[in-house]
């Protein structure tokens, strides 16, 4: 227990901390949704660099498993992980777009997934809350598969900053409340 009060001590110093890291990711946010195309091509940057790395890490395992069996396999999935990094940044619009129709159907079949389990379990309170979730993913979704293509270049942008600005306010909703006698 005395651990435990330690930490919080130790956090509650840092208050001013999660406060200006806020007020920074509220900037960035603005900045990413005020330069959506910008930032959707950074974001696609990013991505292709982990796959990048990710398909070279997975290709060094590959050809340390020697006799494992499926060596080919693990090269033949990092290979393509490498391609994808590439293209990434050789044909970032590409890959926005696919990543933007990727995202349209993941929120589309989460949404109508969210709302079966709620209906699964009506008997829990507040259970609309997460209908009204599926709903709006629905929503959502649909809206990007209609603009798809075109929205692509700006969408992955758009939710960089909206991320960004949650992210932002959720950080300075913590520094407050630390910075309280009684937190």
Same mark, same amino acid.
């Given at each position: 227990?005395?651990?435990?009060?330690?930490?919080?001590?130790?956090?509650?110093?840092?208050?001013?901390?999660?406060?200006?890291?806020?007020?920074?990711?509220?900037?960035?946010?603005?900045?990413?949704?005020?330069?959506?195309?910008?930032?959707?091509?950074?974001?696609?940057?990013?991505?292709?660099?982990?796959?990048?790395?990710?398909?070279?890490?997975?290709?060094?395992?590959?050809?340390?498993?020697?006799?494992?069996?499926?060596?080919? !396999?693990?090269?033949?999935? +990092? =290979?393509?992980? /490498? &391609?994808? %990094?590439?293209?990434?940044?050789?044909?970032? *619009? #590409?890959?926005?777009?696919?990543?933007?129709?990727?995202?349209?159907?993941?929120?589309?079949?989460?949404?109508?997934?969210?709302?079966?389990?709620?209906?699964?379990?009506?008997?829990?309170?507040?259970?609309?809350?997460?209908?009204?979730?599926?709903?709006?993913?629905?929503?959502?979704?649909?809206?990007?598969?209609?603009?798809?293509?075109?929205?692509?270049?700006?969408? !992955?942008?758009?939710?960089? +900053? =909206?991320?960004? /600005? &949650?992210? %932002?306010?959720?950080?300075?909703?913590?520094? *407050? #409340?630390?910075?309280?006698?009684?937190?």
């Amino acid at each position: 227990m005395i651990a435990n009060e330690n930490i919080i001590q130790h956090v509650k110093q840092k208050a001013n901390w999660f406060i200006v890291i806020g007020v920074i990711l509220i900037i960035l946010g603005c900045l990413a949704l005020g330069y959506q195309f910008i930032a959707t091509v950074f974001s696609v940057y990013f991505i292709g660099s982990l796959l990048f790395i990710a398909g070279v890490i997975q290709v060094i395992h590959a050809f340390n498993l020697k006799g494992f069996g499926q060596t080919a !396999l693990w090269a033949i999935m +990092g =290979i393509l992980y /490498i &391609f994808i %990094g590439v293209m990434s940044f050789l044909q970032p *619009l #590409a890959v926005s777009s696919a990543l933007t129709l990727l995202i349209s159907l993941l929120l589309t079949i989460s949404g109508f997934s969210q709302i079966f389990v709620a209906m699964s379990n009506r008997n829990l309170p507040r259970w609309g809350w997460v209908v009204f979730s599926g709903i709006i993913n629905i929503i959502l979704g649909f809206m990007l598969i209609t603009g798809w293509p075109y929205d692509s270049i700006w969408v !992955l942008g758009m939710f960089l +900053g =909206i991320d960004l /600005i &949650f992210q %932002g306010f959720a950080y300075i909703t913590i520094g *407050l #409340a630390l910075k309280k006698p009684n937190a």
